[in-house]
């Protein structure tokens, strides 16, 4: 894109990020005076879909921070706009920057869901569960008129195979079709992501996610048909967010969750800029206390990528959230670890053609 690093606010209404800076592999975005003395109308910031034909779609990981080995991504970029996302350093691997093009350029892979059938049919292949959601959201707005991860969904459900979803997106509902006859299979697992029950805190740092009072009735609708929810207390902010812990977690009970998890606000590579910046803008007078909280969490530093070390920080405040959480779980019947999923029901369906067994 076209842009300077620094955009209007009048460019970016709904928008998380409040620059466009240039990525680790992106030619610099400088504005220069072009001679002419004409004044130009700020342009409104409109998202861009852009179609990536996948040639592979399972990503495999051996990090011992996260609790499944593979996952796959319907879309790259999140219109959510959550300012804190730590998947907005991928965009830059796309010549894109991790600011505004994060959320504003996209990418949807349509035939996702049929690389994802191949990847499954393969004689190679061993079942374990995918995780959707972990990178960008399979539930954002562009999910509405593409399908792409529904139709993955629908292949996960052919083949039986088990899958744990991440997502802020009200759009899941849509699909409780597949996932309540999944989750009587005990095949799938969902985690609902709560940062905040303040709605104006909400709106400016995920500008385009579903409301904390939306969310809720989410895990109140996936628990009541039958889905297990995990209520995701994650990032928790030290300074803007991290005094609702418990009330984030006694929320999520009622609604119905019955497991629960907490990760402390992580800022990896372009993040921490861009959360600087937004803190500058919408809490000035606690952006200090903020980032010095974190910095204390990781060895002074914006952020430890450590594994054991990047989750959840470490030290004292840290520790006390940590106990916090462990209390309020305790009190509220929230397990931390949710019952694994079957991997026995795992088959390949029948295709076109095939001979069938006499037997």
Wanted: hydrophobic share 40%.
């Amino acid at each position: 894109m076209d842009q300077s690093a620094d955009i209007s606010t009048q460019c970016r209404p709904g928008r998380g990020a409040v620059s466009n800076a240039s990525g680790r592999f992106d030619l610099a975005r400088v504005e220069v005076w072009d001679g002419w003395e004409i004044a130009e109308e700020a342009r409104l910031l409109r998202t861009e879909l852009r179609i990536e034909h996948a040639r592979s779609l399972i990503t495999y990981n051996r990090s011992p921070d996260l609790p499944f080995d593979r996952s796959i991504n319907p879309y790259r970029g999140c219109e959510h706009g959550c300012v804190y996302c730590f998947a907005r350093p991928t965009h830059a691997y796309l010549g894109l920057s991790p600011g505004l093009d994060f959320e504003s350029v996209l990418v949807a892979r349509p035939n996702a869901a049929d690389v994802l059938r191949r990847e499954l049919s393969a004689r190679r292949y061993k079942v374990a569960t995918i995780a959707i959601g972990t990178n960008t959201d399979p539930y954002q707005p562009v999910e509405r008129d593409h399908g792409i991860a529904r139709a993955c969904l629908e292949a996960l459900a052919d083949f039986n195979h088990p899958v744990a979803i991440v997502t802020k997106g009200a759009l899941i509902e849509r699909d409780l079709d597949i996932l309540a006859p999944m989750a009587a299979k005990g095949l799938v697992r969902v985690g609902i992501s709560l940062t905040t029950l303040d709605t104006d805190l909400s709106r400016r740092m995920e500008p385009r996610a579903p409301s904390p009072a939306r969310r809720l009735k989410m895990i109140r609708r996936l628990a009541e048909s039958g889905v297990p929810v995990r209520v995701m207390t994650s990032p928790l902010v030290p300074g803007l967010s991290d005094h609702e812990l418990e009330a984030l977690l006694a929320a999520g009970a009622e609604a119905g969750a019955t497991t629960a998890s907490w990760i402390m606000l992580r800022l990896p590579r372009e993040v921490s800029d861009l959360w600087q910046e937004w803190l500058a803008e919408h809490y000035p007078d606690r952006a200090a206390r903020v980032m010095a909280r974190l910095r204390e969490m990781h060895g002074g530093k914006d952020y430890d990528a450590r594994w054991g070390h990047r989750m959840q920080g470490q030290g004292p405040y840290a520790e006390m959230v940590a106990q916090r959480f462990k209390t309020a779980c305790r009190r509220l019947g929230l397990s931390q670890e949710a019952p694994p999923l079957r991997t026995d029901l795992f088959a390949v369906p029948p295709q076109a053609g095939d001979q069938l067994s006499l037997f």
